[in-house]
């Protein structure tokens, strides 16, 4: 017995903060563990494939849709269920929002996710691309999730540990995408202040601002402020964040790139190399505050990372963008910008 509604032939770019791609073949929302297992055993009755997704901030859909069942995470939960002088262990429904979750566990003076602030999506999609920012990573607070595993058919809990996470990145992007649809996460914070040192970016906000005291409600305060001047609001501009992953080179490349590359702006790696900022290049290939006629796609003018469809009509279009970018910067650099959003399709 079907209880849960399943919608045909559903447009997909109200379920991308991009704003393209065709229609779903079905779509149905779940709200609870029960309905994600309904959905599933449903799409494979109907001999379909099934995704799961969160606010589509990070999800770029084709032009043809997607031909099987499309769920759409609206498990919701935040609860505290251990607790004690130092330590608070979070239990959340994959499904909640991710930035009211750092929101509420900054009122309650947690540190550990603070510097996570304004990244669109939702709780669940933040261990599959190991979401990181300031500092911070969800690695270094995800203590287990909780997924329903299509290999062996039943629900298990995953530890952190296990997740195969590494910069931006897990086995669930990689080894196994896919195979798990997550229902909720339980992080680890504590209760106290993020410890210096910080980004540039923030200490300067800091000075300016002249906030001595480094509360997770300050560092959060900092961290908004830096984003929301150089980042377009996906409610109001499409877009999907930063198109592209910073890459990272070994010691040898990075020479050379110096060599080439005086103003070459570089972070060192723990492995020798380094990660170079993805925007940097963008501008330097030409594509500074651009905008593309041809396509409709633009670069933000205050972060080159940032594709906004301005006036595009289909994925195709954003692709062809897309290519421009890789191909100059793969021309001046040679260096292959990976790009950071999901395709489905
Ligand atoms: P940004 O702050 O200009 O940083 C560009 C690059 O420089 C990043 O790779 C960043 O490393 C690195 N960097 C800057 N200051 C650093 C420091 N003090 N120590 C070590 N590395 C430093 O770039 P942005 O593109 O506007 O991004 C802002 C933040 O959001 C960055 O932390 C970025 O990684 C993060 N972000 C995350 C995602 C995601 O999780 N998918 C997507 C977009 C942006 P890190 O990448 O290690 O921070």
């Known amino acids: 017995m079907?209880?849960?509604?399943?919608?045909?032939?559903?447009?997909?770019?109200?379920?991308?903060?991009?704003?393209?791609?065709?229609?779903?073949?079905?779509l149905a929302e779940v709200t609870n563990r029960s309905e994600v297992t309904e959905a599933l055993k449903w799409a494979g009755e109907h001999q379909?494939?099934?995704?799961?997704?969160?606010?589509?901030?990070n999800i770029i859909w084709g032009d043809s849709g997607y031909p099987g069942l499309v769920i759409v995470d609206k498990?919701?939960?935040?609860?505290?269920?251990?607790?004690?002088?130092?330590?608070v262990y979070l239990t959340l429904g994959s499904g909640e929002p991710w930035d009211e979750v750092v929101g509420r566990s900054v009122e309650a003076g947690l540190t550990g996710i603070e510097a996570l602030s304004l990244i669109p999506g939702t709780a669940g999609a933040t261990p599959i691309q190991n979401v990181g920012a300031y500092g911070q990573e969800i690695s270094q607070t995800l203590t287990t999730i909780e997924a329903f595993d299509a290999q062996k058919g039943d629900f298990l809990t995953l530890a952190g540990s296990d997740c195969g996470f590494s910069y931006r990145n897990s086995r669930f992007k990689t080894t196994d995408r896919g195979r798990f649809y997550i229902t909720s996460v339980v992080l680890h914070l504590t209760k106290g202040n993020p410890l210096p040192p910080f980004y540039s970016s923030v200490?300067?906000?800091?000075?300016?601002?002249?906030?001595?005291?480094?509360?997770?409600?300050?560092?959060?305060?900092?961290?908004?402020?830096?984003?929301?001047?150089?980042?377009?609001?996906?409610?109001?501009?499409?877009?999907?964040?930063?198109?592209?992953?910073?890459?990272?080179?070994?010691?040898?490349?990075?020479?050379?790139?110096?060599?080439?590359?005086?103003?070459?702006?570089?972070?060192?790696?723990?492995?020798?190399?380094?990660?170079?900022?993805?925007?940097?290049?963008?501008?330097?290939?030409g594509f500074k505050d651009y905008h593309d006629e041809a396509t409709g796609m633009a670069t933000w003018p205050r972060q080159a990372l940032v594709l906004v469809n301005e006036h595009a009509k289909t994925t195709a279009d954003l692709?062809?963008?897309?290519?421009?970018?890789?191909?100059?910067?793969?021309?001046?650099?040679?260096?292959?910008?990976?790009?950071?959003?999901e395709l489905l399709s």
Request: overall charge negative.
């Open 319 to 341: 692709m062809a963008f897309k290519q421009k970018i890789v191909d100059a910067v793969q021309a001046k650099f040679e260096i292959t910008l990976q790009q950071e959003p």
């Open 75 to 87: 498990i919701r939960g935040y609860e505290v269920f251990e607790e004690d002088e130092t330590n």
């Open 2 to 26: 079907i209880l849960m509604n399943i919608s045909q032939n559903v447009s997909l770019a109200g379920y991308s903060t991009m704003g393209l791609g065709g229609p779903a073949a079905y």
């Open 48 to 57: 379909l494939p099934a995704v799961m997704i969160g606010e589509g901030s």
């Open 203 to 285: 200490q300067e906000y800091f000075e300016e601002h002249g906030i001595k005291e480094y509360t997770p409600a300050a560092l959060r305060e900092a961290v908004i402020a830096i984003r929301s001047a150089k980042l377009p609001d996906p409610a109001l501009v499409r877009n999907t964040g930063s198109f592209f992953a910073n890459p990272i080179v070994d010691a040898a490349q990075l020479d050379y790139l110096r060599g080439r590359f005086e103003a070459l702006p570089y972070w060192p790696v723990e492995s020798g190399g380094a990660k170079l900022p993805a925007a940097w290049l963008i501008e330097q290939a």
